[in-house]
């Protein structure tokens, strides 16, 4: 169950943040996504993550955020990323067809040992175990936006995951400068989606309705909570094309919800702060 080789399954924003996580605190990471063009982006945002390391992280001074940067290695080949992986984190798009067929290649690329976690924010690990080959090497560990920040760590498993395993991946997200938090049951959301993903929905309703303009509902939200950020901000952090994906493929309110973030925002290249504009415009 010893875990020191791992692989990171797509490199965009959050896949990025836990792939460089996981290095600086000294674990051999390899990067995996499906094009030249995803990984030059992933090479841009390992580069502004060593700059924010240097920045706001302890102990990543003095060449470590550059070293763990130049340590991470990027490739389009799934059969050479994972055929030495201790354990694989999927962090592909939040849609099911996609991380089912991602299980099926891992099954039949990764050694016996690897163990599969899936960083799904709101699918349960049961909705995918059947297609890992290794149902009893398969659990959720979930990692909220900005990991060295925000460093929670939500391990769920399905009635099938080997306590072993489950424990392996909870002392692992120790390893890693993370706190973790162990669900007992399957989820939908974990804790923290349970509860932020109402509030980011409701938000969007408000705005999407045409009750208020998103500036408004954070003012409103920081000022009457004491909160550092309003839902909008939250979402340009997560950045726009995750709950687009998750309100696509829910139910009706959802999709319409989808509907106006595509139209208004997504289709206009506004993704959040990756991009330099969602709600709410930044600079570089």
């Avoid at 130049?70 to 999927?90: M, N, S, W």
């Avoid at 891992?106 to 297609?131: Q, V, Y």
């Avoid at 919800?257 to 504009?277: P, Q, S």
């Amino acid at each position: 169950m010893t875990i020191r080789k791992v692989t990171v399954l797509g490199t965009g924003v959050l896949g990025s943040q836990i792939a460089f996580q996981t290095a600086f605190h000294g674990f051999d990471v390899t990067a995996y996504d499906i094009s030249d063009d995803a990984l030059a982006g992933a090479r841009d945002r390992i580069a502004n993550l060593a700059a924010t390391y240097r920045d706001e992280v302890s102990g990543a001074d003095g060449g470590k955020a550059e070293a763990t940067a130049a340590g991470i290695a990027l490739t389009t080949d799934l059969a050479t990323a994972v055929r030495d992986a201790d354990l694989v984190i999927e962090a592909v798009p939040e849609v099911l067809t996609i991380k089912d067929q991602t299980y099926q290649q891992l099954g039949e690329l990764a050694p016996e040992r690897t163990i599969f976690a899936t960083n799904s924010s709101t699918l349960l690990p049961s909705d995918m175990k059947d297609f890992t080959g290794r149902p009893d090497r398969f659990l959720a560990l979930h990692f909220a936006n900005q990991v060295w920040k925000y460093n929670t760590a939500e391990v769920m498993g399905t009635p099938e995951t080997d306590p072993k395993v489950y424990r392996a991946v909870v002392e692992f997200a120790a390893a890693i400068g993370m706190v973790p938090i162990e669900l007992h049951r399957e989820k939908a959301g974990y804790v923290l989606n349970t509860l932020l993903v109402p509030l980011l929905n409701a938000a969007m309703s408000l705005s999407a309705g045409g009750f208020a303009e998103p500036d408004a509902v954070d003012k409103t939200w920081r000022i009457g909570t004491g909160a550092p950020y309003g839902p909008f901000q939250m979402l340009d952090v997560i950045g726009l094309t995750t709950p687009y994906n998750i309100l696509a493929n829910s139910d009706e309110d959802g999709q319409r919800l989808a509907a106006w973030l595509k139209t208004n925002y997504i289709d206009k290249g506004k993704l959040g702060i990756a991009t330099g504009e969602g709600f709410y415009k930044y600079t570089p």
